[in-house]
């Protein structure tokens, strides 16, 4: 069965354990994350947190918790955000002082996230469609708006 929408792709029972799989040691991807994504992603977190003052940081489609895992390790005050429930318990597991939360952000109220300094979305926007935009203002809603 082909999901409709890109949010049922991710919902479906076992969905976190198999998507987690695809990054286990020896695969391709494993590989390409320690050795690519991962110090990318360090590097730009860290620019990000630079400076004085205290930080708020979301991963937005945080599935599994990879991406959130790492940003977490630089601002502790670290919030995830997915449709799966499947996919969040592992990252619970990996992030356990995260805030976790289940919310289709579309179709549901997110009541009290507040407003973050840093985001992320990691490969969300790729695959998005006609999320696309809507998920966009709705992320333009929560990012703290700075001083010029």
Wanted: glycine share 8%; net charge positive; with cysteine.
């Amino acid at each position: 069965m082909v999901a409709s929408d890109y949010r049922e792709s991710h919902i479906r029972t076992g969905r976190g354990a198999r998507y987690d799989a695809y990054y286990r040691p020896g695969t391709a991807l494993a590989f390409y994350w320690e050795h690519f994504e991962r110090p990318f992603l360090e590097e730009k977190v860290a620019e990000a947190v630079a400076g004085p003052g205290s930080r708020r940081y979301l991963d937005f489609a945080c599935g599994t918790g990879r991406i959130l895992q790492v940003g977490a390790a630089w601002i502790p005050d670290a919030t995830g955000i997915d449709v799966s429930e499947e996919m969040l318990n592992v990252a619970r597991q990996k992030v356990p002082r995260a805030r976790i939360i289940r919310a289709d952000v579309l179709r549901e109220s997110v009541l009290d996230v507040g407003t973050f300094d840093v985001v992320t979305l990691f490969r969300f926007l790729v695959r998005a469609g006609l999320l696309r935009e809507p998920i966009l203002v709705w992320l333009r809603s929560v990012i703290r708006k700075t001083a010029r």
